[in-house]
T-cell receptor, first 114, second 115 residues
Framework: GENVEQHPSTLSVQEGDSAVIKCTYS??????FPWYKQELGKRPQLIID?????GEKKDQRIAVTLNKTAKHFSLHITETQPEDSAVYFC?????????????FGQGTILTVHP | GAVVSQHPSWVICKSGTSVKIECRSL??????MFWYRQFPKQSLMLMAT?????????EQGVEKDKFLINHASLTLSTLTVTSAHPEDSSFYIC???????????FGEGSRLTVL
């Protein structure tokens, strides 16, 4: 089955700096890669996603890049703010009837210091 | 936007009892729902895929007789933790998709504590 590795496990940055979180996946059939932000005790919130036919996607301060050949994808947050502090999870999924069956990375605890 | 609701949001029970958690899609029909378990400070792990009108598909290592899943309608899936033990204490989260390629929505999660 799919295996998703996520690094780093913790990331501490100063407000205004950029944060980068990286994930690798093992199943070349995976074609959907969402990123989630989860605050303590709450549901994961989708912040951005990318499909395998796209190499990069950006939404304001958040961007995701995908390298299918190397099987890795990364989350980039620019101009970080204290409210960005949370746990971030990458995930991977194949399409078709398995769409929605997500394999999550281990998570990254992001702390943005004012 | 679409909403997936879980109930209860938290539950405390005695060891040996059974607990039922409901996952409802409030404004869309979900032919497929997914159940995840998240232990403290860990990632979400898929337990099973719940298909309306048919048996659930369980991930390796998940006991189907302990975690009973029923998806009797297009808007409701239930997870029953039977004979719960302290090691079953966890955050259980469901997700649902609208159609085969629709957006995924997560429920609020249900925190189970077994004493």
């Amino acid at each position: 089955g799919e295996n998703v590795e996520q690094h780093p496990s913790t990331l501490s940055v100063q407000e205004g700096d950029s944060a980068v979180i990286k994930c690798t996946y093992s199943d070349s059939a995976s074609n959907y890669f969402p990123w989630y932000k989860q605050e303590l005790g709450k549901r994961p919130q989708l912040i951005i996603d990318i499909r395998s036919n796209v190499g990069e996607k950006k939404d304001q301060r958040i961007a995701v890049t995908l390298n299918k050949t190397a099987k890795h994808f990364s989350l980039h947050i620019t101009e970080t703010q204290p409210e960005d502090s949370a746990v971030y999870f990458c995930a991977a999924s194949t399409g078709g009837t398995s769409y929605g069956k997500l394999t999550f990375g281990q998570g990254t605890i992001l702390t943005v210091h004012p | 936007g679409a909403v997936v609701s879980q109930h209860p949001s938290w539950v405390i029970c005695k060891s040996g009892t059974s607990v039922k958690i409901e996952c409802r899609s409030l404004d869309f029909q979900a032919t497929t729902m997914f159940w995840y378990r998240q232990f403290p400070k860990q990632s979400l792990m898929l337990m099973a895929t719940s298909n309306e009108g048919s048996k659930a598909t369980y991930e390796q290592g998940v006991e189907k007789d302990k975690f009973l899943i029923n998806h009797a309608s297009l808007t409701l899936s239930t997870l029953t933790v039977t004979s719960a033990h302290p090691e079953d204490s966890s955050f259980y989260i469901c997700s649902a998709r609208a159609g085969n390629s629709g957006e995924l929505f997560f429920g609020e999660g249900s925190r189970l504590t077994v004493l």
